[in-house]
């Protein structure tokens, strides 16, 4: 008896390890995920610094990222690393795109990549069902690396996605997620402090804005 006991405990046990097999696996193929990396340069990263002398808006289209997550529920574990070129930012004027550059700010020779990582969802309701087509607004927290400095930021995002049909695949490959969102951060929590002058030309609070579009497949860089 104590023979088929344990052979009943072990077939379950081998059955049971199945299961949860089964299950991660189902997990696994139940998230998708979407690639940023446009040959073309069409993303958009926008940072806007208002001051009482000058207004600057620093962009640009360098943007890569991996992001993955349930669509039935994109507040289940979304994972996403978004990650800029600090020296392909540009304000429209060479010399402040230099002093930008330069060691005694953004220092891209030492930290050539600014990086934003998701971390915590923030929306207060618990599931978010991406539909075809029908935008989502989610409430987040990331992870802003700048200078070698890592800050939580609180971000709004406007999810969309969008399955592939003719006109999509015009743009990218695949079925896309078309993301629209927004943060703030402040100089001075990665070490840029602004003297009495700066203040006047440069804002501690600048503004960031993005409008990217993310794909299922990897884009083929462009012909000729």
Same mark, same amino acid.
């Given at each position: 008896?104590?023979?088929?006991?344990?052979?009943?405990?072990?077939?379950?046990?081998?059955?049971?390890?199945?299961?949860?097999?089964?299950?991660?696996?189902?997990?696994?193929?139940?998230?998708?995920?979407? @690639?940023?990396?446009?040959? #073309?340069?069409? =993303? &958009?990263?926008?940072? $806007?610094?208002?001051?009482? %002398?000058?207004?600057?808006?620093?962009?640009?289209n360098e943007v890569?990222?991996?992001?993955?997550f349930n669509p039935?529920?994109?507040?289940?574990?979304?994972?996403?690393?978004?990650?800029?070129?600090?020296?392909?930012?540009?304000?429209?004027?060479?010399?402040?795109?230099?002093?930008?550059?330069?060691?005694?700010?953004?220092?891209?020779?030492?930290?050539?990549?600014?990086?934003?990582?998701?971390?915590?969802?923030?929306?207060?309701?618990?599931?978010?069902?991406?539909?075809?087509?029908?935008?989502?607004?989610?409430?987040?927290?990331?992870? @802003?690396?700048?200078?070698? #400095?890592?800050? =939580? &930021?609180?971000?709004? $995002?406007?999810?969309?996605? %969008?399955?592939?049909?003719?006109d999509t695949a015009?743009?990218?490959?695949?079925?896309?997620?078309?993301?629209?969102?927004?943060?703030?951060?402040?100089?001075?929590?990665?070490?840029?402090?602004?003297?009495?002058?700066?203040?006047?030309?440069?804002?501690?609070?600048?503004?960031?804005?993005?409008?990217?579009?993310?794909?299922?497949?990897?884009?083929?860089?462009?012909?000729?």
């Amino acid at each position: 008896m104590a023979a088929a006991g344990d052979s009943v405990m072990r077939r379950f046990g081998a059955a049971g390890a199945l299961l949860v097999v089964l299950a991660g696996l189902a997990w696994a193929q139940a998230r998708s995920t979407f @690639l940023i990396d446009d040959p #073309v340069g069409r =993303d &958009v990263v926008q940072i $806007l610094s208002v001051a009482p %002398l000058e207004v600057i808006v620093t962009r640009t289209n360098e943007v890569t990222a991996e992001i993955s997550f349930n669509p039935d529920n994109a507040l289940d574990n979304p994972q996403a690393k978004f990650t800029i070129d600090a020296a392909k930012l540009t304000t429209g004027i060479p010399l402040r795109d230099e002093h930008m550059r330069a060691a005694s700010w953004f220092n891209v020779d030492q930290y050539p990549t600014i990086t934003l990582e998701l971390k915590e969802v923030k929306t207060q309701f618990k599931t978010a069902k991406l539909e075809p087509n029908v935008p989502v607004d989610v409430d987040m927290v990331g992870a @802003l690396t700048l200078r070698g #400095v890592t800050k =939580d &930021v609180p971000l709004k $995002l406007n999810l969309t996605l %969008l399955p592939r049909t003719d006109d999509t695949a015009a743009r990218l490959p695949g079925d896309l997620l078309r993301i629209v969102g927004s943060f703030d951060f402040h100089l001075s929590d990665f070490g840029l402090e602004l003297d009495e002058r700066s203040v006047l030309k440069i804002a501690n609070r600048q503004q960031a804005q993005v409008w990217l579009l993310a794909s299922t497949e990897p884009v083929p860089p462009p012909a000729g």
